[in-house]
């Protein structure tokens, strides 16, 4: 059997958008994906649907895998002729280990590539409003890491260098031996009221930062009990972040945010809400599967009057049917109708003259969608009156995001849930139970945003407690909404 590749792939440090072209191509193509804890687990929807997943994720004091084992893992699958990607936070070659990979899988001929991302000891400095060198504030810059790999966990570095040589250092990891770098620093020539910034999650919608100086920010770090995974950055560069501060400033910032999701297709809402700040989960994960073709249907459809399509999939899947099908699409001659704003625009998109269902007049129907369409037959029926239904596909659970879910929730304190439709609810209830969501806390602590009227009572008959929508059900009233709100 051929050898299979391996990229060895920097994600970046936590803002999808910052994975490099390349970095994201080799996801797409992906096998196997070996992936840590500290990456944006929305890269891992852009992998192909038969892609198999593997945590490697190290926590401090708790590694799931060891090194070793996690060597072997990409020689086994690349052995087995597979595009294997090892996915790591930041960039591979800064404390990541990465050399150790590439020499394993060279012991055994595997070719791989590197692919370099973004490190976050510059790109959360940046995020924060400091660029890492200034022309008036220091032209030298140093990625130390803080932890080393004896007993003390201390790290073992040229501390006068450091001192005396250079102008900005970011240390990696450091909170755990803040105290011993702020006085060895101190001790080898940095004023004591040398700037220091803390920087968490950086790049993130949850980041978070704490200021102070070599001498003051290990109290202030016990005070607020700040923890990794963190950049600690130490430079009279830090005083500029009063100035250039911009992520901060954005209208969601802080904001961690679960959106739930009916569709297998990402959410443009989500992509929206992440720019304006907000951290994101879509959940629950969903893998379309085409469901047999029902040639009864379509070889009667220029009998009908309406067609509705029930989700903006589906009016891809229904095109292609015909296609495959031989039909020729101009024996169609229904009024085409959209049971949501995506189910119009997809039909607008590929050129129809489509319109609301609400504004569908009386005539032979047809009802077009997912296996959803069985779920709410009755209330179709109750609705429209008899009418026959053509499914295009089903959908079932991702079960492979179940545990990547978890892990994210794990790092987040979720304070919003949106429910862009009353569907959403059920399937949010339904799923949550297998993320260990606790449902009765969920309802405490995170504001109920709902896009509309149906989607409120729906809401309210599971117990939540809505407490906003928009005026329309649109994703800029959406934003409007939870900008005008506060919540």
Not at 344 to 356: I, N, P, T
């Amino acid at each position: 059997m051929k050898k299979g590749t391996v990229f060895l792939v920097g994600a970046g440090p936590g803002d999808n958008g910052l994975i490099t072209v390349k970095g994201m191509q080799a996801i797409e193509k992906a096998d196997v994906i070996l992936y840590d804890r500290l990456i944006n687990a929305k890269l891992l929807d852009h992998a192909p649907a038969g892609c198999e997943f593997i945590y490697c994720g190290k926590e401090p004091k708790c590694h799931t895998l060891k090194q070793e084992e996690i060597n072997q893992l990409l020689v086994e699958k690349a052995l087995e002729g597979k595009t294997v990607v090892r996915l790591k936070g930041g960039d591979p070659g800064i404390f990541g280990r990465v050399g150790e990979e590439a020499a394993a899988l060279t012991e055994y001929g595997i070719s791989f590539e590197m692919v370099p991302g973004i490190t976050s000891g510059i790109a959360a400095p940046l995020y924060a409003g400091i660029p890492v060198t200034h022309r008036e504030y220091g032209g030298s810059f140093a990625v130390v890491t803080a932890h080393g790999k004896g007993e003390s966990g201390k790290p073992s570095v040229n501390w006068e260098g450091l001192a005396k040589g250079v102008d900005t250092i970011a240390f990696y990891m450091g909170i755990a031996n803040l105290s011993w770098i702020c006085e060895n620093l101190v001790r080898y020539g940095k004023r004591p009221e040398t700037p220091v910034i803390l920087i968490q999650w950086g790049t993130m919608g949850r980041q978070k930062v704490l200021e102070g100086t070599l001498e003051t920010i290990y109290e202030k770090a016990n005070a607020e009990q700040f923890g990794n995974p963190a950049i600690t950055l130490v430079g009279e560069i830090v005083a500029i972040r009063k100035q250039l501060s911009w992520f901060e400033k954005k209208p969601l910032f802080g904001r961690q945010i679960l959106l739930a999701r009916t569709s297998a297709e990402p959410s443009k809402l989500a992509r929206e809400l992440t720019e304006q700040g907000a951290d994101v989960i879509e959940f629950p994960k969903w893998r379309a599967v085409p469901a047999p073709i029902d040639v009864t249907i379509l070889n009667k459809i220029a009998s009908y009057d309406n067609i509705l399509f029930h989700a903006p999939e589906s009016v891809h899947d229904f095109f292609q049917a015909l296609i495959g099908q031989g039909i020729d699409v101009r024996q169609v001659r229904a009024k085409f109708f959209g049971g949501s704003i995506k189910s119009v625009r997809a039909l607008r998109e590929r050129g129809f003259a489509a319109d609301a269902c609400q504004n569908m007049q009386e005539g032979k129907l047809l009802i077009v969608g997912d296996s959803e369409l069985r779920k709410r037959s009755s209330h179709y029926t109750a609705k429209y009156g008899v009418h026959d239904r053509f499914v295009t596909s089903r959908k079932q659970i991702d079960e492979r995001f179940i545990p990547v879910f978890q892990r994210m929730l794990q790092d987040m304190t979720l304070d919003t849930i949106i429910f862009p439709s009353a569907a959403s609810v059920s399937t949010f209830v339904d799923e949550a139970h297998q993320c260990g969501l606790d449902l009765e806390k969920v309802m405490q602590e995170a504001a109920i945003i709902c896009m509309g009227s149906e989607t409120w009572q729906a809401a309210e008959a599971y117990g939540f407690k809505p407490v906003g929508m928009p005026y329309v059900p649109e994703r800029g009233a959406l934003i409007e909404c939870l900008q005008q709100s506060g919540m």
